[in-house]
């Protein structure tokens, strides 16, 4: 990331774009261009799609900013929502995910600090990376983080989300 060219810009056109519709991640700055020191992935979510399973991450700190749209999230058991221009701290070792709160498309701006749980995103986009609420633990363990099916299942029913 550093140069002696001067400035670097990242167009909107720029950064792999993973996923399918209604759940794509662009990958506008990976922890191997930082050194390791941060990400930058926006996601942009269809309505009511969760992100993730309820889960925390005991390496990395997030920060999400909101570009577009609703976000809803869940931290420790407290709900909050979130509109253009919010951000949203989650810290490591706290249970949250987030999703789309409302009707139109969202888009967040995730602030991955240090980097490298991008590379998680990464993997379960790819083809035959579905992992289910058996494979996805040991997947998630491997970055540190754990997930809680249980806890889920009780926010997606609440929300009427799709997981």
Request: net charge negative; charged share 25%; hydrophobic share 40%.
């Amino acid at each position: 990331m550093e140069t002696d060219e001067g400035p670097r810009v990242i167009r909107r056109s720029d950064g792999d774009v993973t996923g399918e519709p209604g759940s794509l991640d662009r990958f506008i700055v990976e922890s191997a261009a930082s050194g390791g020191r941060v990400a930058l992935v926006e996601h942009t979510l269809a309505p009511r799609v969760l992100a993730a399973p309820v889960h925390r991450h005991s390496r990395e700190d997030e920060y999400s900013v909101v570009l577009a749209g609703t976000l809803g999230v869940i931290d420790e058991g407290v709900e909050v929502t979130a509109t253009v221009g919010d951000v949203v701290v989650k810290p490591r070792g706290r249970w949250h995910t987030f999703w789309n709160a409302g009707d139109d498309e969202l888009r967040v701006l995730e602030i991955i600090v240090p980097g490298g749980l991008e590379q998680m995103f990464r993997l379960l986009a790819e083809p035959g990376g579905e992992y289910s609420p058996e494979t996805l633990p040991a997947l998630a363990a491997e970055y540190g983080a754990e997930v809680d099916f249980e806890a889920t299942m009780p926010l997606v029913e609440r929300h009427g989300l799709v997981l």
